[in-house]
């Protein structure tokens, strides 16, 4: 059983059968049976399909929001932008999909030589919990559009939204099993990615999952795409503007309750604006409301689960320990559900567990660091390498530490999010390969070359 618990209450809503084994093993038949017909479809006609289920989106767009608030805890004034964004998505890929996809004429001794882009079938999508509407249309809009036909494995803590989704294909009239949604546990994801119908995996989750996902897909001698989190630097230095970068930097780690894989997380701030600063994010995160997430006004909503929150708090204590200072929050509340308040550690040091683990919850960290060269540094002292950003106003030097700086996306005087006309993903123990904008969309084709005599 798929259990659906609202981190609000801590009470389970529903709990939700598991597909058995010969019950996957139709399921993603249906998608596999789907495929011939689905890739003979043109490129128009697809885009038509995807253009209705932004539509769908739009329409069910307040019921979908709240799903995420009950399952979740994303707070309701996030849900609804969330699933604008996955609209935008579908729209975005149907709009360009021919031109990314369009055959490349290259010279060779041949009459005529090109390059031709053809689906490579079914793929799995393995999604997390923490966006689970923008999350599963970052994987279907491009692969749809390529072609492919979508198995979806949807976190289960989410089973009432991944249900919704495939509905609204079917309330947008799409054609029958493009996308299929399969409910099983973490237990029956390698029976999935063994099948030998799915020929291709994206996952997005944990770096441990990760491992485990692509090293199963590797024995299979299938091709994965990784989106593994991250703990990214937000480096501010002595010349920016110190307001402006506070401002991005308070909303950037305190989006969904700081469950978010591209929040700033840590905050490495250049030694003679260092106390200002902190003052700075101090008095910006003592006026975020924490609550039901389901109320209009509410900004930060519970983290997802107990065991979550339970590890957040072990990160928290421990960094405090090493010698941090908690100016703000750092407490487990005694109320029902899984809330953390905002926490604001500073004079966090490289050694210490808020610096080297990844932490998921509303935490800010702040390091000093003595100059640029200390701030790159500390910078890139970390296993992992999705995203980060640099504050300053000379842009030369900006533009110098955004070479330098070990992530898959640089965000320059600027929130890191995600766009779908921009590629997206992690080096290191972030992951590989792309998502999103050209890049996204040719992630899962056969680049397949044609030489004409």
């Known amino acids: 059983m798929l259990t659906a618990t609202n981190p609000c209450t801590g009470q389970v809503i529903a709990e939700y059968p598991t597909l058995n084994s010969s019950e996957l093993h139709e399921k993603i038949g249906d998608a596999y049976r789907a495929a011939d017909q689905w890739q003979a479809t043109s490129i128009e006609e697809r885009g038509k399909v995807l253009r209705a289920v932004a539509a769908e989106l739009r329409v069910q767009k307040d019921a979908l929001a709240k799903l995420m608030a009950l399952e979740m805890g994303k707070p309701i004034r996030e849900g609804g932008p969330e699933v604008e964004k996955a609209a935008g998505c579908a729209e975005y890929y149907a709009e360009h999909a021919a031109e990314y996809l369009a ?18 079938g079914t793929l799995l999508g393995i999604l997390p919990w923490n966006a689970p509407l923008w999350l599963a249309f970052r994987y279907l809009a491009p692969a749809l559009m390529a072609g492919n036909t979508c198995v979806m494995k949807h976190d289960p803590n989410v089973p009432a939204c991944a249900a919704a989704i495939a509905k609204v294909f079917t309330d947008a009239g799409a054609p029958e099993n493009i996308v299929v949604n399969v409910a099983i546990d973490n237990s029956t994801i390698e029976t999935a990615i063994r099948d030998p119908r799915i020929a291709a995996v994206s996952f997005t989750g944990s770096g441990n999952a990760g491992r485990i996902v692509a090293a199963i897909a590797g024995s299979e001698i299938k091709p994965t795409v990784l989106e593994l989190g991250g703990s990214d630097p937000c480096i501010v230095l002595a010349n920016a503007d110190l307001d402006a970068a506070a401002d991005v930097a308070t909303l950037s780690r305190m989006i969904n309750a700081g469950q978010s894989c591209i929040a700033a997380k840590r ?29 209009a006004d509410t900004q930060v909503g519970p983290i997802a689960r107990e065991d979550l929150r339970q590890n957040l708090h072990r990160q ?57 060269e200390e701030a790159v540094q500390l910078a890139n002292e970390t296993p992992y390498g999705l995203g980060a950003a ?64």
């Open 267 to 295: 905050i490495i701030v250049e030694d003679t604006v260092y106390d200002t600063f902190v003052e700075k994010l101090h008095t910006r995160m003592a006026k975020f409301k924490t609550g039901d997430p389901l109320l």
């Open 390 to 453: 640099v504050w300053t106003n000379d842009a030369k030097l900006a533009t110098n530490i955004a070479n330098r700086l070990e992530a898959g996306q640089v965000a320059i005087n600027g929130i890191v999010k995600t766009d779908s006309r921009l590629p997206s993903g992690g080096i290191k123990g972030s992951g590989y390969g792309r998502e999103l904008g050209p890049h996204g969309i040719r992630e899962f084709v056969n680049t397949k070359q044609i030489w004409v005599k």
């Open 103 to 120: 055959p490349q004429t290259l010279p060779s001794d041949a009459s005529i030589s090109y390059i031709c882009h053809p689906p490579l």
């Open 316 to 372: 928290v204590t421990e960094t405090i320990s090493a010698g941090a200072k908690c100016l703000l929050g750092g407490e487990l509340s005694d109320g029902p559900g899984f809330f953390y308040p905002p926490t604001l550690l500073v004079d966090v040091t490289e050694g210490m567990c808020a610096f080297k683990e990844e932490t998921f919850g509303p935490i800010m960290v702040v390091i000093r660091a003595a100059d640029v």
